[in-house]
């Protein structure tokens, strides 16, 4: 497959994503000097999870990803994530006049 492929793209994106996500976790528990074993005590989850978050795993949970976050005190930069106001392109939509309903008027029936 080429690496154009948007099928491709659509699978590698998100894995990609959740890779670095689990690397910059990996960092900050690093950064604090925290063992993994620490870092599982403080989230309520076995090193094994640890693991599979720093790895990127998709299979995951999300949760195991926030609480770690949490942990580390990065919660509130996941704030961040999604934020409407940061949604330019929602935004854009949200305002378009093509988009809007457009009612069509029935033509008066005068007869009575």
Do not use: H
């Not at 699978?11 to 990996?26: F, H, M, T, Y």
């Not at 925290?34 to 094994?48: F, S």
Request: hydrophobic share 45%.
């Amino acid at each position: 497959m080429a690496a154009t492929d948007p099928l491709l793209a659509f699978e590698q994106a998100p894995a990609a994503a959740l890779v670095r996500l689990g690397s910059r976790i990996r960092l900050a528990r690093l950064r604090r000097q925290l063992r993994q074993e620490d870092l599982a005590a403080k989230i309520g989850r076995t090193r094994a999870t640890v693991i599979a978050i720093e790895q990127g795993a998709s299979g995951t949970e999300i949760g195991a990803y926030v609480s770690a976050l949490w942990a580390l005190g990065l919660l509130q930069e996941l704030e961040l994530v999604a934020d409407p106001g940061l949604d330019r392109d929602g935004q854009a939509l949200s305002f378009s006049v093509s988009d809007k309903r457009v009612r069509v008027r029935k033509p008066l029936n005068n007869n009575f």
